[in-house]
């Protein structure tokens, strides 16, 4: 099973960027489903964007503003967060599991692996 753990959150004015990283124990290359999710307390998690055999596909309150990417190693997922909003503030969580076909959603209760998560918070 792999073993994920995020970083890179932190305090940012509105209008910054930030850009989440999310190390695996194992390789995460293709095969896999990887995807990224939020949560502010008192609400469900929240599916923001999610790579599928290369291809990233969004939520639409973060989409033209947030970039999933995985690099080559196929060790580590990031987020790129540009423009961050007041209301981007929660906890981000990034997460995998094994792609058996049919494609990757951003449905939190597929998913098997998760990390720690790391805390965004916007505010001026």
């Known amino acids: 099973q792999v073993q994920l753990e995020e970083s890179g959150g932190g305090l940012v004015q509105p209008g910054e960027s930030l850009r989440l990283s999310c190390s695996a124990s194992l390789y995460i290359g293709s095969g896999y489903c990887l995807a990224w999710f939020r949560q502010v307390p008192g609400q469900a998690r929240e599916g923001i964007a999610v790579l599928d055999n290369g291809y990233p596909t969004y939520k639409l309150s973060v989409k033209d503003r947030f970039t999933i990417f995985r690099d080559d190693a196929g060790n580590t997922l990031f987020l790129q967060m540009n423009s961050l909003q007041p209301g981007d503030t929660a906890k981000y969580y990034c997460?995998?599991?094994?792609?058996?076909?049919?494609?990757?959603?951003?449905?939190?209760?597929?998913?098997?692996?998760w990390g720690q998560g790391t805390q965004v918070t916007v505010s001026s």
């Open positions: 997460a995998a599991r094994i792609d058996r076909g049919g494609g990757c959603f951003l449905l939190d209760h597929q998913y098997t692996a």
